[in-house]
């Protein structure tokens, strides 16, 4: 075969034709499963595996795209997700500034997507454009209150701050200066520190010298732990406070003795097998740790991968209010599903419950975080 | 039989032929020269011999085909070249050069190594003088020296000069065709390449004349050399292009 | 004006022709927003094309200067509320501006230092980007209008790509535009040519500010583009993965090539994309091997096509230009008086660390004589050439041409003095056919600007600058070569076409560096010839050559140099007997 | 600033700018003798760390089953590349180097994994485990490649990484790991308190400094990569097969990444894509040193080290910014010095 026949017949065989269609309600997941935010995407795309194959009588299907946390990527994701694979809903994506740059076509084409991202922003201000927006993961704020709460309780007048050199730490950075200032906490020292990096000795002295009563470090998963690690060694005696971006067993393995004491807000379901039988919350967040460690293996189980999980926990409950409009594929069927959403009220997930309303696409309130801290290598609840 | 058979070898550079249909042989223990003006291919035949540059036809050495393979399996069969610009290591001293020219021979160990560097030594004390200093900072006659030096090392049965002569003042040209003399009574067969017309043929055994990419005469060194094609075209020419 | 042929065209009619495939019934909507994305990114490559296909400068960092387009539209249409088409002049200025800023200092650097220097302040301004509260620090802007015509919003994905290929369109042509003028000729000698470009009056570095100065407002406008379709925008896009995306795009495709630029975007593109439904139906959905099978792909084409992919399609063949050979002549230096003095060498040295090639030679050269410099290799001839036409700095000494002191002047300033001159290792450009090479020798008798040869408004100048190529090939018998890729010629060939490029440059002096070596007899009498009917003329020619035979029968005057020292100067029978030259440089081989 | 802390961040900085050094080493190597830019490098210093940690806690490291991957890829290319020509010994030898060795590797990583052998068996092992690979590499990805430009070799480097990057996700998942240290000891020095594992850092990092002098000066075979970075013509005209050369330095390049991150495993986490950007800190080194002086690397990579630890200090978020902007005029300085903007012969 020459040279110029070959490429001519590649091109043959990537133009493969679009897959046909039958009457099912199609879900398009657009997560970060590779480059910096893998170890979010990571879990999120193992739960997918556990969603429900069927929702009121419907058929469901999900198709899985990667956007490495690139927001070109997303956003080409989340188009060929509505217009090749018709999607009604996109479940999607890992990181905020890739879900920001998502909420404009999820307004343009009409389709809802719920975001699995941490900040605030991506669902408030509510305005005409984020109507189509919902987000299952708590609020960056909700979490940050809690610290702040928890560090004026302890009698912490003095913070240092380090945190991401990216939109995670960033959101922090904002969200936690605000709930400091109302509980009229001082930050004395504002760090950044790249997820990369294999040193934060520079930091650590910035705010080892500034001599706060507690630090907190922004970040997410394993990454946390160097600057609490080098905070040690450099005999840091304060308070350790971590964010819900460590709620994993990884974070616990690396960090070792060096993390122990550390508190920090979090899911439920990160203690779920401590919270009392009476919170409804208990149950889902079991069922949900059963079936990925039976999936995943045991100690596999990580906090993010179950917001992917409350995301399919929203939509099955919104979708039979919406099959009442209309059917999967069609306009009517995504905008009823929209409104349906909107309108779901106490809805119990494994992260928290959440109360649905036009102004607050995520619903939740206090009773989906808790405080933890690391006690014996494990998560311990917190009163 | 022939050390070096050469038959119907083509060599082209994006379609275009630099030599054509050349047959050659070399005998062993013969001084074998090749002659011609510049442009005529003549660099471009050696380097096809050392399987630097991919040609068509077939080279046979000592018997046996060499087909594709790569140049240092060449030296591993006994050739070495001494290229037109040296190709020295420049940033290395004279010593290395020399050791590293005895690479084909590195499982030999070190006695058998110091034994071919005192040869060489022998033959170029110029170079004994020069041994620490790096290879790039020695004159051209050094230079030429060197590299046949480091071709020496390896013990070759053939032993390709291209242009030994070029550019170096006359007094070293002169020390360069006594020492390719003197290798004559070593035993190994030289394959020559030079402008130096009348100092090649001199040296010579056996001669052939390429012109753009042919051979267009060959003969016994003496005959061409009174041959008056060659006198008028070549030697007419050799005492002033020195 | 000429008319740019058909063959020239096609791949333009072929762009324009794929304005329609967006409205081919049935033509899946997902497809049309693949191929805006392969539009904004044949754009960027489009500009690496130039920069580093053409212009040898590698950059790590197109992406970033995107993202300089992309904020500054975004800025204006969001937070001021500005119209989108306001946002195209204001980012292109900026991308320009800023590349400028940034080209001023990087274009200096040579090789890796370049391409390092692309990564140092592409990883500068993301950074830059994301923590500066203006821009929306990590989180960027989000809500930005899309484009408008007539109040209607340009949302459908349609309607997008006929605005992003029409601006591929654009670029493509502006491109081959530009590459086609007198600029464009300069960017085309950069990689392997520079020196020679330098010495008929090419500011080199000049030309590689250009190239990416060029570059990089293709990039803004291709940041333009991205913000109105994309709507939001973060550093994310902007980053030194993108930046390698895109040379990728380049390199694949055929880096030296516009269409290839094309070629590698929509390969790179579609592949990703097709690689998101196939794998996971091969090796089920838990895995991500994307980049494994995508960066295994690239090596095997890489390995199959290690010029890229374009080539392959389509051989390089420069097409045939059609010469006016009516067009109106340029203008022509007035010769000096024959017999005054042209140009005088007095004590020149250069030093190389501890060698001295050329040691304190003196040597005047009289209007309309032919003197030709001997010696043997290293005796410093080429060293003397370099030193007089600044493409080397004499150590110590003085050179004065027509009384004006030319000492350590850059080459392209002794050009603009009427000195042209060869180089012993040829430098034509390979790229670029035999006329055009020898066009290039005309560089200092055209003056449009690249923005004149962008628009098309230079056609007049560049058709007599190409009469002008045209008629000095003529004159050294190689009219027939014109339009043969100039590496296709045989090497004697090659220096007859460095003299008639020198001769574009209408020269008072000519300096001929073994101009000979490797002619044939009868070609060796008609050069002779030539160079005889030139002095004539009342150029006067400086040659160093090896041949005896002739240059005995051509100078009027000799010069022997051995060891970078004069040792004999005067008529050529009178050196011929000097015992010193006998010595050392004719010598008498037993 | 103080002094105890000017000195705290001098002792950071250099320590890093130790594995900068030696991964500028191996850049200045791989490229000098094979014209490649190994992008690539760091995933090599990701491999061998999260191998390491994977030993160091007595599970099996995903590796080995990469290593055995790359050999068979390997074995099959060459034997397609020289399939004219390999025969006899040379199959053998192809065949040794390709399968059995893996194999072996392999074998003895399943006996020993499980068995906690000790930190020097585990840190020889993963080792072992991640330096074949780079030769491996070499002939599936660059030795076909032979005579293309420096941009098209470039890019393949870029394309391996990409691949690189992706397996290591596969093998090594999302999260980071760490090692516990060669050794627990803290030498307090004045204000510093030196973790033995700096000192194990630097020491090694010495030593194998020398090591590398010792190879290239006194040995033929370190001559002979040498002389093929000076020449390769001259090297192949005295028989030295460059192909091989380009083998062993690419060998070189995979010993001395995973030797660097098994020394900062136990410093600092490590993750399957964070190589990168450690190797990018030895390429910046690499050409700021000159792209073919080794001396000149392993003064910018303190260099860059020592900037970048100061620099986190007093603007952690324009870290890079400033490293990087940094980096500008020297560059400037060493371009102006080496001749300008002429990039051809």
Known sequence: MSRTSAILAAAVVFGLAAPAFADTIRVGVTISTTGPAASLGVPQRNSIALLPKEIAGQQVTYTVLDDGADSTRAVANMRKLIEEEKADIIIGTSTTPASLAMINVAAETKVPMISLSASASIIQPMDATKRWVFKVPQNDNLMADAIAGHMAASGVKTVGFIGFNDAYGDGWAKEFTRAAAEKNITIVANERFARADTSVTGQVLKLVAAKPDAVLIAGSGTPAALPQKTLHERAYAGKYYQTHGVANNDFLRVGGKDVEGTILPAGPILVSAQLPDSNPIKAKALEYVKAYEAANGAGSVATFGAHAYDAAILLTAAVPGALAKGKPGSAEFRAALRDSMEAQKNVVMTHGIANMTAEDHNGFDSRARVMVTIEGGAWKLLP | ?242 | MTRPGLAKLWPLACIALAGLVPWIPGMPAFWVTLLNYTGIAAIVAIGLVVLTGIGGMTSFGQATLLGLGAYTTAIMSKYYDLSPWLGLPAGLLVTAAGATLIGAVTVRLSGHYLALGTIAWSVGLYYTFANLDLVGRNDGISGIPPLEVAGYRLLDARMSFTVIWLGVLLAALATMNLLDSRAGRAIRALKGGAVAAASFGVDTARTRLLAFVYSAVLAGFAGWLYVHMQRSVNPTPFGFYQSIQYLLMAVIGGAAHIPGALLGAALVTLVNDRLQDILPKLFGARGNYESIVFGMLLIAVLQWAPDGLWPLIARFRPRRRAIQADAPRLAAQTMPERGSTLLEVVRLRRNFGGLVAVNDIDFTLKAGEILGLIGPNGAGKSTTFNLITGVDTPSGGIVRFRGGDLTGRPARHVAAQGIARTFQHVKLVPTMSVIENVAIGAHLRGHASPLAGLLRLDRAEDARLYAEAARQLARVGLADAADRPATSLALGQQRIVEIARALCLDPVLLLLDEPAAGLRHNEKAELSTLLRRLRDEGVTILLVEHDMEFVMGLVDRLVVMDFGTKLADGPPDAVRADPRVIEAYLGSVE | MDLSIFLILVQDGVVNGAIYALLALSLVLVFAVTRVILVAQGEFVAFGGLTYAALATGQTPGAIWLLGGLGLAAFAGGLWQERRRMRGGALLRHALFTLALPAAIIAATLVLAPRRAGIVVEVLLAVAIVTPMAPYLYRIAFQPLGNASVLTLLITAVALHLALTGLGLVFFGPEGFRAPPFSDAMILAGPLMIPGQAIWILGLTLALMLGLYAFFEKTLTGKALRATAVNRLGARLVGIPTAQAGVLAFGLAGFIGALSGVLIVPLTTVYYDGGFMIGLRGFTAAIIGGLGSYPGAVLAALLVGVAESFSSFWASAFKEVIVFTAIIPVLLWRSLRHGNGEDEE
């Not at chain 2, 050390?3 to 030599?19: H, S």
């Not at chain 2, 051979?215 to 005959?223: I, M, N, P």
């Open chain 2, 1 to 242: 039989m022939s050390l070096l058979e050469i038959t119907d070898l083509a060599v082209a550079y994006g379609g275009i032929p630099a030599i054509e249909g050349v047959s050659l042989s070399v005998a062993a223990g013969q001084i074998v020269t090749v002659i011609g003006p510049n442009g005529a291919g003549k660099s471009t035949l050696l380097n096809a011999i050392m399987g630097i540059l991919p040609a068509s036809g077939t080279i046979a050495f000592d018997g046996a085909a060499l087909g594709t393979s790569d140049v240092s399996e060449r030296v591993q069969a006994g050739m070495s070249l001494v290229p037109e610009k040296r190709e020295l290591f420049a940033s290395m001293s004279v010593e290395d050069n020399l050791r590293l020219g005895f690479y084909r021979f590195r499982g030999q160990g070190r006695a058998a190594m110091e034994a071919a560097l005192a040869e060489i030594y022998d033959l170029f004390p110029r170079l004994k003088e020069r041994r620490a200093q790096d290879a790039g900072t020695l004159s051209g006659g050094e230079r030429q020296m060197l590299a046949m030096g480091r071709a020496l090392m390896a013990k070759p049965r053939l032993l390709m000069l291209d242009e030994p002569s070029l550019g170096l003042a006359p007094r070293i040209v002169r020390d360069i065709f006594h020492t390719i003399t003197a290798l004559r009574r070593t035993g190994v067969a030289i394959l020559l390449i030079e402008q130096n017309a009348r100092a090649a043929l001199q040296v010579a055994d056996h001669a052939f004349v390429l012109e753009t990419g042919r051979v267009t005469l060959t003969g016994d060194s003496a005959t061409l050399a009174a041959d008056p094609r060659i006198v008028e075209m070549y030697l007419g020419q050799a005492r002033s292009a020195g």
